[in-house]
C-alpha cells in the first residue's frame, strides 16, 4: 500500500512542482528531478511516515525496474529519428560528431585527473583516472528527450541532437569497456584482451543483433492487428520484451555477453520506423501512453540522488574537475566536430551545451567501476556530477535550443503547436 502511495506522490508532486518550473522558465525535467530530492530519504522520506516519499535507498531501487521499462521507451522513441530520408541528409554528420565529442571530453578528462594525481596521489588513483574519463563520454538521452518534446522543439540542430545522443551510447560503451580493463590490467598487472576490445564489440554486436530482429518480429506481429489501441498494445508489450531481454548475461567461451537496454529497444524503434508505412501514427500514440511513465523516471531519478557524496571533500574536489573539464571537452569537441563536418553556424555554436546532461548510463558505468580498489570513489564523483549536470542540464539544453531558433520563445504560442 505504502508503495502505491508513494508513486502516486511522486507523480502529483512532480507535476505541481512543474506548475513552478514554468513560471520560473525551467524545463518540467528539473522540476520532476527536484521533486525526487524532495520526496527522497534525504528529506521528506527521511520523516518515516508511511507512503510519504522514499524512506530510504532501497526503498526507491526496488522501483529499479520502472526505471528501465521508462529508459526502454525513450531508446524506442530515438531510434524513429534514425530514418533512412534523415539518415541520407545528416548521418555522415552525427557519427563523426558522436565519436568526436565522446573521444575529445574522455581525452581532456584522462589528462586532467591523472595531472592531478601526480600532484596530490593520495587523492585518486591513475587506474580511477582513466576510468573517470571514460565515464564522462556517456551522456542522458532522456532529458534531453524530455526537453524536446517539452517545448516542440525541431529543426536541423534537435534532429543531430537525438541521433548524436544514441551514437554516443555506442561509442561510451566501447570507451568505458577499453578504459576499464586498462584500469583493472593496471591494478592485477595483467592485461585482458578479451576485456578490453572483445567484450565491448560482442555486446554492441548482440544488442543491434537482438533490436533488430525484434523490430523485424514487430513489424511482422502488427500485420494481424488493424485497430489502433490494439496495435498499441502489441508496441508496448515488444518493449517491455526488450528491455527484459537486454537484462540477459551468458557466457561464451570465457567471453562475457551481455545487452545494452539503450541499443537494443534503439535497434528495434530503428529498423521498425523504417520498415512499416504506419509508424509515426503509432509513435504518437506510444508517446501519449508513456507520459506518467517518463515523469516517475525522472522523480525517481532525482531521489536516487545520494547528497551525502557533499560531506568527502576529496569527492567534491575530483567533482568540481570532473564537471568542469568534461563540460570543456563536450563543448569544444561537439564545436570542431560539427565545423570539420561541414554544420551550420547554430549547429557548432550551442550543440555542445545540448550534450552535457549526464545520468543513468553513467551510474551503471559507476556501479561497474566499484571493483577498482577505490571504486567507491569513482561512484561518488559520478553521483555528484550526475547531482550537478541533472539539475542544471536540461536547463542549458532548452536554453541552447532556443539560442539555435528550433523552440518559439514561450508566451508567443500554445505549448500544443509544434515549431514550425
Known amino acids: 500500500m505504502d508503495i502505491l502511495i508513494s508513486l502516486s506522490a511522486a507523480l502529483i508532486g512532480g507535476l505541481l512542482l512543474s506548475r513552478v518550473?514554468?513560471?520560473?522558465?525551467?524545463?518540467a525535467v528539473t522540476a520532476y528531478l527536484v521533486a525526487g530530492l524532495l520526496l527522497g530519504p534525504f528529506c521528506l522520506g527521511a520523516l518515516g511516515a508511511g507512503g510519504l516519499g522514499?524512506?530510504?535507498?532501497?526503498?526507491?531501487?526496488?522501483?529499479?525496474?520502472?526505471?528501465?521499462?521508462?529508459?526502454?521507451?525513450?531508446?524506442f522513441t530515438i531510434g524513429n529519428e534514425f530514418r533512412v530520408s534523415q539518415l541520407k541528409a545528416m548521418g555522415r554528420q552525427a557519427i563523426i560528431v558522436?565519436?568526436?565529442q565522446a573521444v575529445t571530453a574522455t581525452v581532456?578528462?584522462?589528462?586532467?585527473?591523472?595531472?592531478?594525481?601526480?600532484?596530490?596521489?593520495e587523492v585518486i588513483s591513475v587506474s580511477s583516472a582513466i576510468t573517470l574519463g571514460a565515464i564522462a563520454a556517456a551522456t542522458a538521452p532522456a532529458a534531453t528527450l524530455m526537453v524536446v518534446r517539452q517545448y516542440k522543439a525541431d529543426g536541423p540542430m534537435t534532429r543531430l541532437l537525438l541521433m548524436v545522443v544514441a551514437i554516443d551510447d555506442a561509442v561510451g560503451l566501447v570507451l568505458f569497456s577499453a578504459s576499464f580493463g586498462v584500469a583493472m590490467a593496471l591494478e592485477s598487472g595483467t592485461v585482458s584482451v578479451v576485456t578490453v576490445?572483445?567484450?565491448?564489440?560482442?555486446?554492441?554486436?548482440l544488442s543491434l543483433g537482438l533490436g533488430a530482429l525484434a523490430g523485424v518480429a514487430l513489424y511482422w506481429v502488427e500485420q494481424f492487428f488493424h485497430s489502433r489501441s490494439k496495435r498499441l498494445t502489441i508496441s508496448i508489450g515488444f518493449v517491455l520484451l526488450t528491455v527484459g531481454l537486454s537484462m540477459k548475461e551468458f557466457e561464451v567461451g570465457g567471453v562475457h555477453c551481455g545487452f545494452s537496454l539503450l541499443l537494443v529497444c534503439m535497434m528495434t524503434g530503428t529498423l521498425f520506423c523504417n520498415i512499416c508505412g504506419f509508424s509515426e501514427e503509432l509513435m504518437a500514440r506510444v508517446d501519449g501512453w508513456t507520459a506518467p511513465l517518463f515523469v516517475l523516471f525522472f522523480v525517481l531519478s532525482g531521489a536516487e540522488l545520494d547528497l551525502s557524496v557533499l560531506r568527502n571533500p576529496s569527492v567534491l574536489l575530483i567533482g568540481f574537475i570532473y564537471i568542469l573539464v568534461r563540460s570543456l571537452g563536450k563543448y569544444v569537441g561537439a564545436y570542431g566536430s560539427c565545423?570539420?563536418?561541414?554544420?551550420?553556424?547554430?549547429?557548432?555554436?550551442?550543440?555542445?551545451?545540448?550534450?552535457?546532461?549526464?545520468?543513468?548510463?553513467?551510474?551503471?558505468?559507476a556501479i561497474t567501476a566499484q571493483a577498482l580498489t577505490d571504486g567507491a570513489v569513482v561512484r561518488s564523483v559520478v553521483l555528484f556530477s550526475v547531482l550537478v549536470y541533472e539539475l542544471v542540464g536540461p536547463a542549458l539544453t532548452k536554453r541552447a535550443l532556443l539560442a539555435?531558433?528550433?523552440?518559439?520563445?514561450e508566451g508567443r504560442t500554445s505549448a500544443r503547436t509544434k515549431n514550425a
Open 54 to 75: 522514499f524512506p530510504s535507498m532501497e526503498a526507491v531501487e526496488r522501483l529499479n525496474i520502472l526505471s528501465q521499462v521508462a529508459l526502454g521507451f525513450i531508446a
Open 339 to 365: 565545423a570539420l563536418s561541414g554544420c551550420g553556424g547554430n549547429i557548432t555554436k550551442y550543440l555542445g551545451i545540448t550534450l552535457l546532461p549526464q545520468a543513468g548510463v553513467a551510474l551503471g558505468m
Open 197 to 205: 576490445l572483445v567484450e565491448p564489440v560482442v555486446e554492441i554486436v
Open 108 to 121: 581532456l578528462l584522462d589528462l586532467a585527473l591523472i595531472l592531478l594525481h601526480l600532484i596530490r596521489p
Open 21 to 27: 518550473a514554468k513560471r520560473l522558465k525551467l524545463p
Open 404 to 409: 539555435a531558433g528550433e523552440i518559439q520563445p
Open 98 to 100: 558522436g565519436i568526436l
